[in-house]
């Protein structure tokens, strides 16, 4: 099927308000998308709704002794699948509207990526850099107490994983609290996923978002005319890119696509500034630089730019943006000159800087699938948890020892012989990392074509936002319809 090129005549759908919050961004998204499809009002109205969202308050004494009430929030969007699943963020905005959709956001993207969770999606309103490590673990405790006295965490219930400003190490806090106090449920580690390896977690899930994004850009790039449509070659080989955010998942997406991919990271914008190299940014060298000056300016051979936000603006073939909701706007929307925009944040576009750059002809790579990598192996982490064995464990030697008989054959009746190396190369049993990357690679490249080629049969005033959302309402559709609720 011959796809669309990404522009488009006219105005559609999105209104140019500028102060929508961002549930409500969400829920025109679906609104639009929904009206695209054939399903029962009553049936939308359902999809679209959170399921539950609880607010607590609850004390810390910090280290000074002083008495400090912090909020928190959880959103289950939706529980037509069970357990729900997102992220955890400690982040001085956190507000009930941004918990309920980013919950939201979580129920679609489980939904397009196949993973078989509801959304959910938790908030602590700090900024967690003026907290010590020990309040910070007390915070993670008390929340998890908290979540588990109202029965929102759990293996078959909720599952938390990390989100802006969260790691491993609060993982494995939540983790520990959750088990001590439910000691006799023997899938108590499957409570939470993004956890160090040693305490349940599974190889490959700190880089799964980023890898994701680069699984994703890269099969979006292979497609020829989608490519020609854009004015760009085909491959992401030479691929000028320009990542905002170098946390967690930017670093990755940077480090992958460079590595990887072959693509050139010709701008960076971090928290402190950003900077310009046309020739290259080597993304490790501005760790380390980052790491020993506490900023990414004054990398060496690179440009300063005059402010942060500046660097969104710079001359390259993909903008990934990695850091928060919001960064792209209708103030900054008309001077961006990316073909493509990888959102690797959540919500980082606002649905008139969207409409508009849709408009212009940007192929926006929506976050519910672009950054779905994260929670496909925290899908992974959760199977390993509750089978209770890490994945390769059973096949690995015997793989290894069918393929080495496989090639003894091949050399006895050919005359062949394989050298140490090959044989080691090609007879290699799957490891737990090769499966995660493998499943991801599999679950990106699926679930890009599927969304594609949604927006392929609805015409070129569909881009693949919409697609992505038609692809998940259907999807959540077809679970309240087998629960016979819904006609
Ligand atoms: P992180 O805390 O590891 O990194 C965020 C980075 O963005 C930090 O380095 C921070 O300094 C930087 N930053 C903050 N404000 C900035 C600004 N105004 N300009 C430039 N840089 C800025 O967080 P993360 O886990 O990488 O998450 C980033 C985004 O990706 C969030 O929107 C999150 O919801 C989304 N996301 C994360 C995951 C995951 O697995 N971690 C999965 C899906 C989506």
């Given amino acids: 099927m011959l796809f669309p090129p990404f522009r488009k005549p006219t105005v559609w759908g999105y209104h140019m308000t500028a102060d929508l919050s961002f549930f409500d961004q969400v829920n025109k998204n679906f609104d639009r998308a929904a009206a695209m499809t054939e399903h029962p009002p009553g049936l939308l109205e359902q999809i679209k709704s959170v399921n539950s969202v609880i607010h607590f308050t609850f004390p810390l004494i910090r280290d000074d002794s002083s008495l400090k009430v912090i909020h928190a929030w959880r959103a289950e969007h939706s529980q037509h699948k069970l357990p729900t699943k997102g992220g955890i963020r400690y982040a001085a905005n956190v507000n009930e509207d941004e918990v309920m959709a980013l919950s939201a956001l979580m129920t679609y993207k489980c939904a397009i990526v196949n993973v ?23 915070i993670t405790r008390r929340f998890t107490f908290e979540l588990n006295k109202k029965n929102f965490i759990g293996p078959g219930l909720d599952v938390p994983a990390p989100d802006f400003a969260t790691s491993g190490r609060e993982m494995a806090w939540i983790a520990d609290t959750y088990m001590s106090l439910n000691p006799h449920d023997i899938d108590a580690m499957g409570c939470v996923t993004a956890k160090p390896v040693g305490q349940g977690g599974i190889r490959g899930r700190v880089e799964a978002t980023g890898r994701g994004v680069f699984f994703g850009l890269r099969e979006v790039c292979i497609i020829v005319e989608d490519m020609r449509a854009l004015g ?161 464990r059973m096949e690995k030697r015997f793989v290894e020892s069918s393929s080495r008989k496989l090639l003894s054959a091949i050399e006895n009746s050919t005359n062949r012989i394989f ?6 190369e090609i007879a290699k049993g799957p490891g737990e990392i090769d499966l995660v990357n493998s499943g991801l690679e599999e679950t990106m490249i699926e679930a890009y074509h599927e969304i594609r080629e949604i927006k392929c049969a609805k015409g070129d005033n569909v881009d693949l936002r919409t697609a992505s959302m038609i692809d998940a309402i259907d999807k959540v559709a077809v679970s309240y319809r087998e629960l016979g609720v819904f006609p």
């Fill in 419 to 424: 050298s140490d190396q090959e044989i080691a």
């Fill in 116 to 138: 078989p969770f509801g959304g959910a999606k938790g908030g602590v309103k700090i900024s967690a850099h003026e907290y010590s490590v020990g309040e910070l673990e007390r």
């Fill in 232 to 392: 760009l070659t085909p491959g992401l080989e030479g691929k000028r890119v320009v990542v905002q955010g170098l946390g967690n998942v930017g670093y990755h997406a940077a480090k992958f696509m460079q590595e990887e991919g072959g693509a050139v990271i010709v701008g960076m914008i971090e928290y402190e500034g950003s900077i310009s190299k046309p020739d290259g940014i080597d993304v490790e060298a501005l760790m380390a630089h980052r790491s020993e000056t506490g900023s990414i300016l004054g990398f060496p051979g690179a440009e300063d730019l005059p402010s942060r936000d500046v660097g969104l603006e710079l001359d390259c073939d993909i903008l990934i943006p990695a850091a928060l909701e919001n960064a792209i706007t209708m103030d900054n929307a008309p001077r961006i000159k990316a073909k493509i925009i990888a959102e690797a944040a959540n919500g980082p576009i606002s649905s008139d800087a969207s409409a508009h750059l849709f408009e212009r002809g940007v192929m926006i790579i929506p976050d519910a699938y672009i950054n779905a990598g994260g929670v496909t192996v925290s899908y992974f982490e959760w199977l390993k948890d509750l089978q209770h064995v890490r994945f390769g």
